[in-house]
């Protein structure tokens, strides 16, 4: 087979994270090449299986070095950065991953001739208050400056298997009286499910996805912060009180978190800030199509999911009696 004849090559920053890895295997299934660049390809090899022999590459790169960035992006057609970070830590900071990063994956994009698909946020905000979502929203500007033509997704909180909110707090369920609701739980969310998400990268790569557009995608129930948390505690058939942290309190209770060295902390003061804010799909996006269901998917419902992988926080995991809540 001559090079010609070859798949076209996606490259997929962050391809082993929470998102990643489900876009990876999204594109796989289309018989694209695959590079994944990632801090630590070591730590990837269990990607290697989602695709046939030599489908899927691993290489090294980090946003924050230009030279590998470039590397990682040579020969590519189309680039897709699903990078992100929850909380900063030593030199991995937002503006120098979600930032920086993002702009650099952007140069090396257009540098190469690729097309590029940027996973953002809801909430996404050059002015917020939140370092978070000001990232991300500086992040799209210097996308737009670099690329015009790019896509640019925005989810809602991601849920699935490996996911970092359902699945915090139901592991929290298992040892605390109670769950915390931050400033009362009225926060509200469009939880989507990761393979819808990555589904989305996949159309986008396919170039069905119109250029240079900003979708965002929630999923098929907007929920408040208390209603997530119910839905937690019955499907993981435990019975736990509520206890309402005002806002300021828990931004104090963050960033005492946040100072601890050597952990993740489960809280910090930004993210506080972040839920002073619903993150649910706009108005506009809604009217103009820029979602799921303008884009023909039908959003997977959290209900149908959320069991397969809380089972396992189950007293006696799915042999746990629904009728004795623990």
């Known amino acids: 087979m001559t090079t010609s004849n070859l798949p076209p090559l996606v490259t997929v920053f962050g391809g082993s994270g929470f998102v990643g890895r489900h876009v990876v295997r999204a594109l796989a299934k289309r018989g694209y090449r695959i590079r994944v660049a ?12 989602l695709g046939y022999a030599g489908q899927i590459q691993l290489v090294q790169a980090n946003l924050r070095y230009r030279a590998s960035v470039d590397q990682a992006v040579a020969g590519s057609a189309h680039v897709v950065n699903c990078v992100g970070i929850l909380f ?43 370092a978070y979502a000001r990232s991300k929203g500086r992040a799209e500007q210097a996308i737009r400056e670099t690329l015009p033509g790019a896509v640019i997704l925005r989810p809602s909180i991601v849920f699935g298997q490996e996911d970092n909110f359902f699945n915090k707090f139901a592991d929290m369920a298992r040892t605390l009286p109670f769950l915390p609701l931050i400033g009362g739980g009225h926060t509200k969310f469009q939880p989507v499910f990761v393979e819808d998400v990555a589904e989305v990268v996949a159309r986008s790569v396919d170039g069905t996805l119109a250029a240079g557009t900003t979708y965002e995608l929630g999923g098929a129930e907007v929920l408040t912060f208390k209603q997530c948390l119910e839905e937690v505690l019955r499907v993981t058939f435990r ?44 108005a506009d996006a809604e009217r103009e199509g820029r979602t799921l269901k303008g884009l023909g998917i039908a959003p997977t419902l959290l209900s149908s999911i959320l069991p397969s992988y809380l089972v396992r926080f189950r007293v006696h ?7 004795k809540a623990a």
């Open 38 to 49: 990632v801090r630590r390809p070591d730590l990837a090899g269990f990607l290697r299986p």
């Open 88 to 130: 900063e830590s030593g030199k991995n900071n937002f503006d120098a991953v979600q930032e920086f990063g993002a702009k650099a994956v952007a140069e090396a994009a257009r540098a190469a001739g690729a097309t590029l698909t940027h996973i953002s946020a809801i909430g996404a905000d050059a002015q917020s208050p939140s």
């Open 239 to 282: 019975k736990r009180g509520f206890v309402s942290i005002p806002f300021g309190i828990a931004s104090l209770m963050g960033s005492i978190a946040s100072a601890v060295p050597l952990i993740a902390p489960p809280l910090t003061a930004d993210q506080v800030t972040l839920l002073k804010k619903d993150n649910v799909v706009s």
């Open 317 to 323: 995991g799915q042999y746990t009696n629904a009728g």
